[in-house]
Structure formats: structure tokens, C-alpha cells
T-cell receptor
Framework: GAGVSQTPSNKVTEKGKYVELRCDPI?????LYWYRQSLGQGPEFLIY????????DSGLPNDRFFAVRPEGSVSTLKIQRTERGDSAVYLC????????????????FGAGSRLTVL | DAKTTQPNSMESNEEEPVHLPCNHSTISGTDYIHWYRQLPSQGPEYVIHGLTSNVNNRMASLAIAEDRKSSTLILHRATLRDAAVYYC?????????????FGKGTLLTVNP
């Protein structure tokens, strides 16, 4: 597709429920990132995929958060037993393979999925 | 990643130039300077990046101090569509260079 697509754009759920957020990266982009953005803050890194594997999941806040990318394209961020503090905009970004070595490292972001936990 | 310091907010008038400053006094020789911006209700978008020399592209110019401890993003003629949060980010060329660490950025308001 032309850009990074994220669904749903808005999700309202109740405390304790399970949530899945989907990211469709730009076709051919092998690197995929998830970030989380709270109100008034910059995006906060969660996890990075190179292909199918999570190369760095150091930003996941706890074991309620999990992300997969089984075929190296679409990724799903999964949040179990949601808490009110999980309310935020979840951003996905993708990047072309090998670009980081040139210094560019241009990430293309989606518009985000706004999660509200009541 | 080395830390950057930006003003919380700035104001500009439409069709006037805007100079957005960024201090990065602890920058290392292999750190690239990246700028992204985030329009309301959008994800961040890439603006420009540089290492040592000044850079120009269709969106903006990046002026890098000779000692590299600061840089300035220049919008030559601000439009209302340039109202956004602007992030200055350092990215090392080695190690964990795959990820960008965002600060709070500068909120730019453009007055008509």
C-alpha cells in the first residue's frame, strides 16, 4: 500500500479485556516498529521486528504486552488484561531494509490506534 | 542515545521563516541528527537528517553548528500546515541504531 495502515483507528475497551491492534507496513519494508504515545509526550519505543523475529522487545512495559509478525509483513500488538494506564495512541512504523547503515533510517509511521481503557 | 534539548513551544507567523533550535552538547562523532514532525492526529513524519554539513530538501533546511553541539531546523516560509510538534533526535550509526528515541519536541504554532 501507499503508507502504513493501522486498525482500528479507535478502540474503547473495559478494564481487564483483551485487545489486538493491527499494523500493515509498507510493502517490502522488512523493519517494523511499535511505539506508544501518551498525551503530551513523545512516542515511546516498544518493540522492533526485523523480518519475522522480534530483534528488540526491551520497550514492552510488562508481560501483558506481546507482539507478533508471523509472515514478516503484518504485525499485531496484543494487550492482555488491559488497565486504565494502557490508554494511549499506539503507533506503528516501518523502514526499508539496509537503510540504517546509510544514516537515513527513515521510519514511516501510521496514523496510530487510539486505545481508551475505561 | 545522546540527549537533545528543545524549547517546549514556539510561535511564528505565516509566510515568515522559522528557526527551530536543538541543543545536543553530548553528541558523539558518529551520531546523526534527525528531525521528525508530528501533525495533529497523525504519526510522526521524517523531515531531514544530517551528520556534519548543512542539508537542504524540499521540506526544510538543517543547519549544523561547526562543533555539532547544536543544530537548527529552518522552515523558509511557514504555512498553517507546518503547525506541528517537531522532534530533534540523535541516532548513532552503530549499536542499537535501528530505533529512534523521541523527546517531547517543540510545539510550533503558526499564526495566520
Amino acid at each position: 500500500g501507499a503508507g502504513v495502515s493501522q486498525t482500528p483507528s479507535n478502540k474503547v475497551t473495559e478494564k481487564g479485556k483483551y485487545v489486538e491492534l493491527r499494523c500493515d507496513p509498507i510493502s517490502g519494508h522488512t523493519a517494523l516498529y511499535w511505539y506508544r504515545q501518551s498525551l503530551g509526550q513523545g512516542p515511546e519505543f516498544l518493540i522492533y521486528f526485523q523480518g519475522t523475529g522480534a530483534a528488540d522487545d526491551s520497550g514492552l512495559p510488562n508481560d501483558r504486552f506481546f507482539a507478533v509478525r508471523p509472515e514478516g509483513s503484518v504485525s499485531t500488538l496484543k494487550i492482555q488484561r488491559t488497565e486504565r494506564g494502557d490508554s494511549a495512541v499506539y503507533l506503528c512504523a516501518s523502514r526499508e531494509y539496509g537503510q540504517q547503515s546509510s544514516g537515513a533510517n527513515v521510519l514511516t509511521f501510521g496514523a496510530g490506534s487510539r486505545l481508551t481503557v475505561l | 542515545d545522546a540527549k537533545t534539548t528543545q524549547p517546549n513551544s514556539m510561535e511564528s507567523n505565516e509566510e515568515e521563516p522559522v528557526h527551530l533550535p536543538c541543543n545536543h552538547s553530548t553528541i558523539s562523532g558518529t551520531d546523526y541528527i534527525h528531525w521528525y514532525r508530528q501533525l495533529p492526529s497523525q504519526g510522526p513524519e521524517y523531515v531531514i537528517h544530517g551528520l556534519t554539513s548543512n542539508v537542504n530538501n524540499r521540506m526544510a533546511s538543517l543547519a549544523i553548528a561547526e562543533d555539532r553541539k547544536s543544530s537548527t531546523l529552518i522552515l523558509h516560509r511557514a504555512t498553517l500546515r507546518d503547525a506541528a510538534v517537531y522532534y530533534c533526535i540523535l541516532r548513532n550509526s552503530g549499536g542499537s541504531n535501528y530505533k529512534l528515541t523521541f523527546g517531547k519536541g517543540t510545539l510550533l504554532t503558526v499564526n495566520p
